[in-house]
């Protein structure tokens, strides 16, 4: 079975633009849930999509935005990028019907350099 | 890769001893904990996990302990070896919250 992939692994963006990163989970997982890795703040969590619903929401400002899609796949938007949002984007699936609770597979991460 | 924590606490351990990596949770209604390991430009890979319930659980190779007086977590792992170089951190959930709340992490060297 696949794991979770994640695209691109790699951007650099400059202030004040958007970026999208894109999140493909495991076959049969309906959740998808959204970290912030940095060297300072470690793991930090964003949101949860489950059903294409947000399920659970974490401390970010609104600029942090998320979808999903019918076959379970996820987007995450930042909108007017600043510096402090370089860090490592992890997106992790789950088959979701025991909530946060289920063990988690994470992705290979994605890499966002803001300059 | 990726770097993640260039500058977390360090356990150096020689190969064939047990390790123990701790961990101080933060709430204490929290009710469930994992341990993460995390390679080098992978993501974080669940490893063992126990309730509030309990306060001690075992896998291959490996044992949580929970002391919820003083809110503390450790990782045992027995026979440390080069694979388990990496990157490991403690996550604490709590469920009328629904969030996770993550540690910073130790960093795990596997002496030869």
């Known amino acids: 079975k696949a794991g979770v992939t994640q695209t691109p692994r790699y951007l650099i963006k400059t202030r004040g633009q958007q970026v999208t990163l894109s999140c493909s989970p495991i076959?049969?997982?309906?959740?998808v849930s959204w970290y912030q890795q940095t060297p300072g703040q470690g793991l930090q969590f964003l949101f949860e999509?489950?059903?294409?619903?947000?399920?659970n929401k974490g401390n970010f400002p609104g600029r942090f935005s998320g979808r999903q899609f019918s076959n379970s796949r996820s987007e995450m938007n930042v909108s007017t990028l600043e510096l402090g949002d370089s860090a490592l984007y992890l997106c992790?699936?789950?088959?979701?019907?025991?909530?946060?609770?289920?063990?988690?597979?994470f992705g290979p991460g994605t890499r966002l350099t803001v300059l | 890769g990726e770097s993640v924590g260039l500058h977390l606490p360090t356990l150096s351990v020689q190969e064939g001893d047990n390790s123990i990596i701790n961990c101080a949770y933060s709430?204490?209604?929290?009710?469930?904990f994992i341990w993460y390991k995390q390679e080098s430009g992978k993501g974080p890979q669940f490893i063992i996990d126990?309730?509030?319930?309990?306060d001690k659980r075992q896998g291959q190779r490996v044992t949580v302990l929970l002391n919820k007086t003083v809110k503390h977590l450790s990782l045992q792992i027995a026979a440390t070896q080069p694979g388990d170089s990496a990157v490991y951190f403690c996550?604490?959930?709590?469920?009328?919250?629904?969030?996770?709340?993550f540690g910073t992490g130790t960093r795990l060297k596997v002496l030869a």
């Open positions: 992790a699936s789950s088959l979701g019907t025991g909530g946060l609770l289920d063990e988690q597979f």
């Open positions: 076959s049969g997982h309906r959740s």
């Open positions: 999509y489950f059903s294409e619903t947000q399920r």
């Open positions: 709430n204490s209604a929290s009710d469930y």
């Open positions: 126990i309730r509030s319930n309990m």
């Open positions: 996550a604490e959930y709590t469920s009328g919250t629904y969030k996770y709340i």
